[in-house]
């Protein structure tokens, strides 16, 4: 077993003090809520803890701190072995939906989801592969229905999207990307298109909120802005009237 790492604790894992106060704690007979309240944690973090890192050698489940902390230990190292890199039937079942190619035990083909054509933003329709293939969330959730009982054939949309577009996580060929409802072959960061697209109008362009050199109309176009601003009131208030 390697040493065990006494580092003080960083507020956002527990240490190996906390550990052996947990073991104790539970030893003495206290609940999740206590213990965590003693330590001044989560009692979601100390029910997870007892979960994840329990001893579980000679068929019973004990908490000890030093098993727990090795755990803990052996789960944090990096880099990790991609999941879809080691698991063939998981790999094989992502392939498929993400290319729209599905089958059931029998050979029979299954339609993919109805996605709708949405202009012409994405290529020409006849280079869109997407129209009968799988987002990466439409899978992961489909995996919870398939395989309800089976640990094993689980996995986040978050994953798949790093499989197919970082290449050093692996497993996924790189051609499936062009089965994405965006069709990119390079992510693109939320932040860098969030200034795209439509905008509402902005307050600084609200009636409400115009000079007030407007009201005596002296500069040439304020008597036009004013005459289109009541015909819109105008309209909106007959069209009220009338749906009454």
């Known amino acids: ?7 003080e604790p960083s507020g956002r894992y527990l240490s190996f003090t906390e550990r052996e106060e947990i ?10 809520r206590q213990i965590a309240s003693q330590l001044g944690r989560s009692p979601s973090t100390i029910s997870r803890e007892l979960r994840r890192n329990a001893a579980t050698r000679g068929g019973r489940v004990d908490y000890r701190a030093s098993v727990a902390q090795w755990h803990a230990e052996s789960r944090g190292k990096r880099p990790k072995v991609a999941k879809l890199a080691v698991n063939d039937r998981l790999r094989r079942y992502v392939e498929q939906r993400l ?15 109805n996605v709708p054509w949405k202009g012409r933003r994405h290529g020409r329709r006849a280079d869109r592969r997407w129209g009968v293939a799988w987002s990466p969330e439409q899978i992961s ?3 919870q229905v398939d395989f309800g009982d089976d640990e094993s054939m689980r996995i986040s949309h978050e994953t798949i999207y ?20 965006t069709g990119r072959a390079l992510r693109v960061p939320r932040a860098r298109t969030r200034g795209r697209g439509k905008k509402f109008v902005t307050p600084e362009v609200l009636i409400t909120n115009r000079p007030a050199e407007v009201e005596d109309r002296a500069v040439p176009g304020h008597w036009e802005g004013d005459r289109a601003t009541r015909s819109r009131t105008n309209l909106s208030g007959l069209s009220s009237w009338r749906g009454g």
Do not use: F, N
Not at 1 to 7: G, R, W
Not at 23 to 32: F, I, N, Y
Not at 99 to 113: K, Q, Y
């Open 23 to 32: 073991a104790l704690l539970r030893v003495e007979g206290h609940g999740v």
């Open 141 to 143: 959730k489909r995996l």
């Open 1 to 7: 077993m390697p040493p065990i790492s006494l580092a």
């Open 162 to 181: 790093q499989a197919l577009y970082i290449q050093g996580r692996g497993a996924l060929k790189r051609e499936l990307t062009a089965c994405l409802r």
């Open 99 to 113: 290319a729209g190619v599905v089958r059931d035990a029998e050979g029979r083909p299954i339609p993919g989801p």
